[in-house]
């Protein structure tokens, strides 16, 4: 089983910056992609960037002010947001997929963290 933690979310002024941690733990073989998605009360979840897999994705409302980074060694992901803006108001949550190991047998995973709020102020 692989678990997801994040952390790092909190209250910025619009203009400030925040940067979230994403660590997957557990029986980890591979780390293939790792994904942060974000969710606003009464609103669909939205993928907002994600790295491995592909090319480096960002959805268009955050290009040039958000950067995706992974340091596979520490099977942590960084989202530093910048310039942040109310309307990045919501939970964000990470997606990490692979492959898992239990012993002699591999099986692929999809797991999802519980999220971290973030909220900016105007």
């Known amino acids: 089983q692989v678990q997801v933690a994040e952390s790092g979310g909190g209250l910025v002024q619009a203009g400030g910056s925040l940067r979230l941690s994403c660590v997957a733990s557990?029986?980890?073989?591979?780390?293939?992609?790792m994904a942060w998605f974000r969710q606003a009360p009464g609103k669909q979840r939205d993928m907002v960037a994600r790295i491995g897999g592909g090319p480096i994705y960002y959805a268009d409302s955050v290009k040039g002010r958000f950067t995706i980074s992974r340091d596979l060694s520490k099977n942590t992901a960084y989202l530093q947001m910048d310039n942040l803006r109310p309307e990045d108001t919501a939970i964000y949550l990470c997606n990490v997929d692979g492959e898992g190991q239990s012993g002699s047998y591999y099986y692929p995973y999809d797991s999802w963290g519980q999220g971290t709020q973030v909220t900016v102020s105007s």
């Open positions: 557990g029986s980890i073989s591979r780390i293939d992609s």
